[in-house]
């Protein structure tokens, strides 16, 4: 995500590698082997993460359908805590409202 890039350098968005219609099975798989965090809208990977733990790491936005605008606003706020999150070897799903 350009648009984050001042904040999160080595972000990333599914369509850029090619994952835009994958399967979420083969999205964690991808996320695991390149040590990403998955930031989604999409439940099931926060099920995924309780059930496997991680890596990769989770951040599930609980948002709703909100706009791009709204999105880039919680993470650039959430900023400290995602590193945090990141950093942490006994967390494994974060959840922003």
Sequence with gaps: MTRLADSFPDSGHVQFYDLT????????????????CIVTQD????????????????????CGNAPT?????????????????IDSALLDCLELY
Excluded: C, N
């Design 69 to 85: 605008s709204h999105v880039e606003a919680m993470l650039r706020a959430g900023a400290t805590t995602i590193q945090l999150f």
């Design 21 to 36: 219609e994958s399967e979420d099975s083969e999205i964690w798989a991808f996320a695991k082997v390149q040590g990403f």
């Design 43 to 62: 439940a099931d990977f926060a099920e995924r993460s309780r059930l496997y733990g991680s890596p990769p790491k989770v951040i599930w936005l609980r």
